[in-house]
């Protein structure tokens, strides 16, 4: 996938060069086996699809922070199924200085409301099965958490 990226916004900056990792969070939401996925509208990788996630809020827990992100981006409720597994993304700069590093701890929901809305942060919103991601421009990791979301939706008991 080619990487995309316009100029930095602010935010963008202050994320850049962290002195310790960042803890984020990530959801795969399914309803009748497709997985909810969103264009990211904001450096990295813009315009490849996604997960919905972000950083984690002080004081909140990680379920809470990813049924946020999911209502704040897409505008979709869910329920959390549970945990899937995390992700470690870090990238380096020419000069091999870690640019960014974000832990990202991805669950598994239940789709409850919402077809999802673009916004701020997601711009085209689709519901895919999981073997039409090959197909798809995503941001690293998503087939593989996605796979493995699936594995955890179809075995779950709801």
């Known amino acids: 996938m080619t990487r995309v990226d ?10 850049a060069y962290p002195p310790f990792p960042m803890l984020a969070v990530s959801i795969a939401v399914f309803r009748a086996g497709r997985v909810l996925l969103a ?6 990788y813009v315009g490849a699809f996604s997960l919905p996630g972000g950083l984690v809020e002080t004081g909140e827990t990680l379920q809470e922070a990813a049924l946020r992100e999911l209502r704040e981006e897409v505008q979709v409720e869910a329920r959390i199924i549970g945990f899937n597994r995390h992700v470690e993304w870090i990238d380096r700069d020419e000069a091999g200085k870690v640019s960014r590093h974000y832990v990202i701890a991805s669950f598994v929901g239940e789709w409850i409301a919402g077809s ?8 085209e919103i689709v ?6 991601l090959e197909r798809l421009a995503c941001t690293p990791y998503v087939d ?14 709801h």
């Open 144 to 157: 593989a958490v996605v796979a493995s979301a699936h594995a955890l939706a179809n075995g779950s008991n």
């Open 116 to 123: 999802g809305s673009p916004g701020p942060e997601a711009g």
């Open 39 to 44: 264009t990211r509208m904001k450096p990295p």
């Open 127 to 132: 519901w895919a099965a999981p073997e039409e």
């Open 6 to 15: 316009l100029a930095p916004t602010a935010e963008a900056r202050a994320r």
